[in-house]
């Protein structure tokens, strides 16, 4: 059974920084790209940042030299380092698994591209 258990969320003051971790089980963890996507309030989902199974990476241009996308295959673990908070990035933050190994493609489309997701962990920056 595919799991994915996201974690490090929190309060946190504009300026601040964050780093997400997303606990990765029951599949080939290497085999795989994943994503770190969100949903502020009220609206809909956002893609945020991708890592290939080749680790490539790609931001969306809201977060792009602010947030940093890695993972860790050694301990089936994806991250999200973010810096330079900012009050619109107030979010459910979640991590998701491509649903087909050995493959990307563009445009991401949400969220068909991705057959399993975590539970989410809120990130909230406010002062």
């Known amino acids: 059974e595919v799991q994915l258990v996201e974690s490090g969320g929190g309060l946190v003051q504009p300026g601040g920084s964050l780093r997400l971790s997303c606990a990765a089980s029951g599949f080939a963890f290497d085999e795989y790209t994943m994503s770190w996507v969100r949903q502020a309030p009220g609206k809909g989902l956002e893609w945020v940042s991708i890592i290939t199974y080749t680790g490539r990476t790609m931001y969306a241009d809201s977060v792009k030299g602010r947030f940093t996308i890695s993972r860790d295959t050694a301990k089936n673990t994806l991250y999200l380092q973010m810096t330079s908070l900012k009050p619109e990035d107030t979010a459910v933050y979640y991590c998701?698994?491509?649903?087909?190994?050995?493959?990307?493609?563009?445009?991401?489309?949400?969220?068909?591209?991705?057959?399993?997701w975590g539970q989410g962990t809120q990130v909230t920056v406010s002062s």
């Open positions: 998701a698994k491509y649903g087909r190994s050995y493959y990307f493609a563009q445009p991401i489309t949400l969220p068909a591209d991705f057959d399993s």
